[in-house]
């Protein structure tokens, strides 16, 4: 499964921003997707997932009423709904794909290229 993410850029702190991510090469519904994200000088970091037919979700509580993930597998893409950004939710946005994999980075098996998001204060 290839997984291209997209959308990502400059906001300001409170703004709002979408990413997608794109799978190729399978069938997005046979994997639980995920968000990951790595800051300048820290490990990645699990922001949201959400189960092969959409009925479940995870969010970290950084993210917690602020970001939501969703899925259309009808067009193999998984979002992410970023709102009220803060300068902390500054990295690069990776999503990735898990048969087994939800909140666990290392569990996911097919990763995208990332895309930077940077919030300005």
């Known amino acids: 499964v290839q997984l291209q993410a997209s959308g990502g850029g400059l906001v300001q702190a409170g703004g709002s921003l979408r990413l997608s991510c794109a799978a190729s090469?399978?069938?997005?519904?046979?994997?639980?997707m995920g968000w990951i994200r790595q800051a300048p000088g820290k490990e990645r970091e699990f922001v949201t997932a959400?189960?092969?037919?959409?009925?479940?979700?995870a969010h970290a509580d950084s993210v917690k009423g602020r970001f939501t993930i969703s899925r259309d597998n009808t067009k193999n893409t998984v979002y992410l709904q970023m709102n009220s950004l803060k300068s902390e939710d500054t990295a690069v946005y990776y999503c990735?794909?898990?048969?087994?994999?939800?909140?666990?980075?290392?569990?996911?098996?097919?990763w995208g290229q990332g895309t930077q998001v940077t919030v300005s204060s």
């Open positions: 090469g399978g069938t997005l519904s046979d994997y639980n």
């Open positions: 959400i189960s092969r037919s959409g009925g479940s979700t």
């Open positions: 990735a794909a898990g048969r087994t994999a939800f909140r666990d980075p290392t569990k996911y098996d097919y």
